[in-house]
Each structure stands twice: as structure tokens, then as C-alpha cells.
């Protein structure tokens, strides 16, 4: 007769005859739901961990291909214009070098205006 009032209540008896609010299969259903969840989000950051090296990967191998069609770019303009290919394959190798000449020319330019 206490189990019916008390169930009627919501209260309930745990198997170490423990006083408690939620049912006992409510609870493990909550807890079964806890490692569930767990699991869900442990394979979803395996995923992006596999997808962020896959993107790396896609990355690289975009530069790549973008070298080569940079090479076979100046092989056709070589063959077709040798000046021109020779003038993009130095501006190509020294870059950082044209861009001082280029601050240079500027400091030159001020120079004789003043």
C-alpha cells in the first residue's frame, strides 16, 4: 500500500530501498541517453578531425596543381614570346627584390622632386 501512495506521488524506491523522485527506469533511460550522447560527440569530433586533415590535404594538393599550370603557362609563353617568359620568370624569382627596387625608384622619385 506505501509503493501505490508513493507511486502515485512520484516517488519511488531504489533497489538499496533509497528514497527517489524519478522512476528507477526513467533514470536509466536518462543515463543510457548520457553515454549515447557521449559516443555522438566523440565520432562527430573524429570526423572533423578526419575532414580538417582532408581539407589540408585538398589544400596542398590545389597549390600543387596550380604550380604546374603556372609551369606549363610559361613553357607556352616561353615558346612563344622568350622576352616575355624571361621577364615573368625574374619578376617570378625576385619578388621581394622588385618590390625594394620599386621602393627605391619611389625614394629616387621624391628625391629629385624636392
Known sequence: M???????GSLHFDELNKLRILDPEVAQQTIELKEE??????????F?????????????LAKAAENEKMKVLLVSIGNWCPKLAKVYS?????????????????ENAVGKVS
Open 2 to 8: 506505501a509503493k501505490g501512495i508513493l507511486g502515485d
Open 37 to 46: 550522447c557521449k559516443a555522438f560527440v566523440d565520432k562527430i569530433a573524429e
Open 48 to 60: 572533423q578531425k578526419i575532414v580538417g586533415s582532408l581539407i589540408e590535404l585538398v589544400d596542398q
Open 90 to 106: 625574374e619578376a617570378k624569382r625576385g619578388s621581394a627584390a622588385a618590390a625594394s627596387g620599386f621602393n627605391n625608384r619611389e
